[in-house]
């Protein structure tokens, strides 16, 4: 590995920054590895480095960014890991992914994803499987799996993922790297190819919790283009915390137990044991409808993605099937277009929207959706940050799961609460069991991205895991 | 649960062609998410409002400015057929 790829993104920044690091040679460094990864985490990779210019002046000082799929990116394909969007190549690009060139971080590659972020592994993909770098039999979670196989193998700096019911936090987790799902509306959805709206959110996939703040404070913002974008009440800072002082750590028995393999509860314990001793109260919380929230989120994403993907017919862009009639066009080209996890919930979604299932489904699960935000909202009125495993086990095996949807979809079951209520929260990795990376998910009511990153600072310190040796 | 004749109307619904293969493994499929599901429509949630929006925004509408919008030739530019300046497709009635 050389020194460049060594340095955490925010120290190359900084020696672009004092002129110490030509942003070219940083560019092509990375690129190179990117051209040439084994872990097919990449769906298109620049061909050449961008002009330097400012760089130096830029906040992020031009250190190259992975950036999901789906992600529209002006003149470069934008695929959501789909057939159907075959040779798509958008007319422009998304807020977000300006907003970050705009501070210095350019498009160094796309990464792949499930198809249209439908997935927990990463399996999901027209492009195929993404291995993980810390074991190339297994998934790198999903559906953000590119990008946290890129991150972890040091093929890209930092990234850009999407969170809708995990997608960020679990494969992070899965790759031992770091993933923050920001409160619902900080980040601008303009430009992310949708799934389900009212839940999907851009964030940062990086090595540590300090590069996350750096990306994170340059993605946030109201957007006139996406009428649900807020402006964060709080400038996003990067953490110096040490210490846990004062802070009040609940653990929620209904998702801590049941399910969750050992090895990922004993690094979760030990990780609440740091944090005893970095000065923190650990106490029980209840989140007593926590338990029906994978049930609520299986409705929900569903339908808003039955009505989302409605707009892939083969008439304005991407794949078209040949046919004689406009309806077997349509028809056919979402056969042929569509893999079967995206074909499964637009079937699931469109069920649940149908006349006289609406009442029974969506609308109960909306109520469900009430009873989850409430439940959080009276936790912390005792406590300031919730502390789950981001995922109940360890990345499995390739294809240990693709003939089971219901044991896949089990893999949100700790990350989709916090989807549901729209509050923010972050994966850090908090140590190993079996060899293999686990998930420490740390999540505060809405808005509260600063001390959530304190804390997970704070933590990463004390655990001092160490994710170098997959980055050779 | 759910039989052959749901999937396939719900397909049809969908537009979405399925093969016999397809209907036969969603049919088993969607049974047993469905199952999983069916948890929440025995709790009791009359007194509960919706959520749709979990963070309050209010509805912001910007000045109606007139400004260019995306050229005929680049909105055209991805697209699988294109006949006179527009969207070709085949007959609705073929």
């Known amino acids: ?472 | 649960m759910i039989d052959r004749e749901q999937v396939l109307h719900v397909a049809r619904l969908a537009r979405l062609e399925l093969t016999e293969d397809e209907v036969e493994r969603m049919a088993g499929e969607l049974s047993s998410i469905l199952g999983h599901i069916e948890t929440i429509t025995s709790l009791p949630l009359d007194d509960v409002p919706p959520t749709t929006h979990v963070v309050e925004v209010e509805s912001s509408l910007r000045a109606d400015e007139p400004r260019p919008s995306l050229p005929r030739d680049v909105a055209l530019a991805c697209a699988p057929d294109v006949a006179d300046d527009g969207f070709r497709v085949p007959s609705p009635q073929a």
């Open chain 1, 1 to 472: 590995m050389s020194e460049l790829i060594a340095l955490s993104a925010r120290a190359a920044a900084a020696a672009v920054a004092a002129g110490g690091l030509d942003p070219t040679e940083l560019f092509e460094a990375y690129r190179a590895r990117a051209a040439a990864d084994t872990l097919n985490a990449f769906t298109w990779v620049a061909e050449q480095a961008p002009a330097p210019d400012g760089a130096a002046r830029a906040p992020l000082g031009g250190v190259p960014l992975g950036v999901k799929d789906l992600f529209a990116t002006k003149g470069v394909p934008s695929q959501a890991g789909s057939k159907i969007l075959a040779g798509y190549r958008p007319p422009y690009t998304a807020t977000v992914v300006e907003r970050l060139a705009t501070a210095g971080a350019p498009l160094l590659a796309k990464t792949n994803q499930d198809e249209f972020a439908m997935g927990s592994s990463n399996e999901n993909s027209a492009f195929g499987a993404v291995l993980n770098p810390w074991d190339r039999a297994r998934v790198p979670g999903g559906s953000s799996g590119g990008s946290a196989a890129a991150v972890a193998a040091g093929l890209a700096p930092w990234a850009l993922g999407t969170d809708t019911g995990g997608s960020i936090r679990q494969p992070a987790a899965l790759c031992g790297i770091v993933g923050l799902k920001p409160t619902y509306g900080a980040v601008s959805r303009y430009g992310m190819i949708a799934f389900a709206s009212s839940l999907d959110q851009a964030g940062p996939l990086t090595r540590d919790v300090a590069d996350c703040a750096l990306l994170f404070a340059h993605m946030t913002g109201r957007d006139p283009c996406d009428a649900t974008s807020l402006q964060h009440p709080e400038a996003i800072a990067v953490p110096t915390a040490e210490r846990l002082d004062g802070k009040v750590i609940g653990v929620p028995e209904e998702l801590t137990g049941e399910g969750v393999e050992p090895g990922v509860m004993a690094a979760f314990e030990a990780a609440l044991a740091r944090a005893r001793e970095l000065g923190a109260r650990i106490e029980r919380v209840a989140l007593p409808h926590a338990d029906h929230g994978l049930s609520a989120y299986y409705v929900l994403a569903p339908a808003e993605a039955s009505s989302n993907l409605a707009r892939f017919d083969g008439v304005r862009y991407g794949y078209r099937a040949e046919a004689d009639d406009l309806l077997a066009m349509y028809t056919r080209t979402r056969h042929d277009g569509f893999g079967p996890e995206v074909k499964r919930r637009i079937l699931i979604g469109t069920y649940a929207l149908s006349s006289g299932y609406y009442d029974a489904y969506y609308g109960r699960a909306q109520r469900v959706r009430t009873t989850i935000a409430r439940d959080f909202a009276a936790a912390f009125e005792a406590v300031d940050l919730i502390a789950t495993p981001t995922s109940p086990g360890v990345a499995f095996r390739l294809g240990a799961k693709t003939g089971d949807p219901l044991a896949m979809y089990l893999n949100d079951y700790f990350t989709v609460p916090m989807s549901l209520a729209g509050i923010p929260a972050i994966s850090i990795p908090c140590g190993l069991a079996e060899g293999l990376p686990v998930g420490l998910q740390l999540a505060g009511p809405a808005f509260s991205e600063n001390a959530i990153l304190d804390a997970a600072h704070a933590l990463e310190g004390a655990l001092a895991f160490d994710g170098s040796a997959v980055r050779s």
